[in-house]
């Protein structure tokens, strides 16, 4: 029998809540330039690992977790195809083609990509759905609100606040849709595979300063 924490609920949303303020923290000073993307990409990982344990601790499995793989619905891979659309849809006309990058495509634009699921969707999303029950309708919002916020390093870098509030209602919105299809199909692994895709094709466009 595996050894399980006696973690509390509230101690669990705390800690998870911290690491979601440590990678928002994380975030912001690689939009300011005082985080390298290398560093980004590796540091980037550890809320999610961090994180995963806490849950696993606490007594949540791997599956609780949507960290197992299982087949897209056709509703998810519906949910997937409109996320795809809306979110380059709100990059591509405001960027400038910057040239094809190998290093962005294959290294940048997986590991932003599967970080932010495995922390937004692995292990905040189950973490708000526990903690504001019933029903999945008000932890899937909280995750996304929260993922929307992640976003707020324009602001600090001298962006006009409406800007800012279009950069983290891009997401919000985009978390909506992949929380949904995360809980509908129970797998994390299409978000991941799905997000990474859009940075592949992002992180060739420079956004305006």
């Known amino acids: 029998m595996a050894f399980i924490l006696q973690i509390k609920p509230a101690v669990v949303m705390g800690t998870v809540l911290l690491l979601w303020a440590g990678c928002t923290v994380l975030q912001t000073l690689f939009v300011m330039g005082h985080v390298s993307e290398a560093g980004s990409a590796v540091l980037g990982f550890l809320p999610g690992l961090l994180g995963v344990g806490v849950l696993l601790a606490a007594g949540l499995s791997l599956e609780d977790c949507f960290l197992a793989l299982r087949p897209l619905s056709r509703r998810g891979l519906a949910v997937l195809v409109a996320v795809f659309v809306f979110a380059l849809a709100a ?38 759905l526990r903690a504001l029950p019933p029903g999945r309708r008000r932890g899937l919002i909280a995750h996304a609100a929260l993922f929307g916020l992640w976003h707020i390093g324009p602001l600090f870098v001298g962006a006009p606040i409406w800007a800012v509030i279009a950069v983290m209602l891009v997401p919000f919105l985009s978390g909506i849709g992949w929380g949904w299809q995360v809980l509908r199909d129970r797998t994390v692994v299409w978000a991941m595979i799905q997000h990474s895709l859009i940075w592949v094709i992002g992180l060739q466009f420079a956004l305006p300063e």
């Open 91 to 128: 990059i591509l006309p405001y960027s400038t083609w910057q040239g094809w990058s190998w290093r962005a495509a294959l290294l940048y634009a997986p590991a932003s990509g599967i970080s932010q699921e495995l922390f937004f969707r692995a292990v905040l999303l189950p973490t708000t």
